[in-house]
T-cell receptor, first 114, second 113 residues
Framework: AQSVAQPEDQVNVAEGNPLTVKCTYS??????LFWYVQYPNRGLQFLLK??????LVKGSYGFEAEFNKSQTSFHLKKPSALVSDSALYFC????????????FGSGTRLQVQP | EADIYQTPRYLVIGTGKKITLECSQT?????MYWYQQDPGMELHLIHY???????EKGDLSSESTVSRIRTEHFPLTLESARPSHTSQYLC????????????FGPGTRLLVL
């Protein structure tokens, strides 16, 4: 079985400050990891993914995520938050074998204050 | 923006009615998915398909059914809607070999009275 944990329901950060949204995972085999963002009344938008290679992955809108195998984590980061980054963020995982569908975390609401 | 469409965007319907939520994608993706999401909550996979005439149930038990007669089309049907079906339904697709990067439609918000 595969699972994803996003331990924070909400993260508050001031505009211009760095942000981190946490994600840990559990999967049998090698993980494929994803971050998605959901704006109000919209579907999910793909941000970035880790499949293999460099542990630091860069994605859309200045976001990046760091894969840490020993800590089974894939935290989302951005050096300088914008008010427009306020949204709901989902981490997702699947194993490199077996069932191919993604398992999503419960989501973290990011609130960036001006 | 991915080319994946869902209709209707919003639907209010009475108990016992049959409804079909439409999902279409123009990207030629083999794999398609349906998720159920309560507002601001996690996504639950209810159905998926790896190609034409292939459908599987997901993690969350659902009274809905799906069909995949054409690559681009993956409709979801509720034979008899109930208030417990009130939710948001998200459709997604991914390309074979794209390591499951899923592209999502805008969703259908369903309210069953």
């Amino acid at each position: 079985a595969q699972s994803v944990a996003q331990p924070e329901d909400q993260v508050n950060v001031a505009e211009g400050n760095p942000l981190t949204v946490k994600c840990t995972y559990s999967v049998s085999g090698n993980p494929y990891l994803f971050w998605y963002v959901q704006y109000p009344n919209r579907g999910l938008q793909f941000l970035l993914k880790y499949i293999t290679g460099d542990n630091l992955v860069k994605g859309s809108y200045g976001f990046e995520a760091e894969f840490n195998k020993s800590q089974t984590s894939f935290h989302l980061k951005k050096p300088s938050a914008l008010v427009s980054d306020s949204a709901l963020y989902f981490c997702a995982v699947r194993a490199d074998t077996g069932r191919r569908a993604l398992t999503f975390g419960s989501g973290t609401r990011l609130q960036v204050q001006p | 923006e991915a080319d994946i469409y869902q209709t209707p965007r919003y639907l209010v319907i009475g108990t016992g009615k049959k409804i079909t939520l439409e999902c279409s994608q123009t990207m030629g993706h083999d794999k398609m998915y349906w998720y159920q999401q309560d507002p601001g909550m996690e996504l639950h996979l209810i159905h998926y398909s790896y190609g034409v005439n292939s459908t599987e149930k997901g993690d969350l038990s659902s009274e809905s059914t799906v069909s995949r007669i054409r690559t681009e089309h993956f409709p979801l049907t509720l034979e008899s809607a109930r208030p417990s079906h009130t939710s948001q339904y998200l459709c997604a697709s991914s390309e074979a070999g794209d390591w499951e990067t899923q592209y999502f439609g805008p969703g259908t918000r369903l309210l069953v009275l």
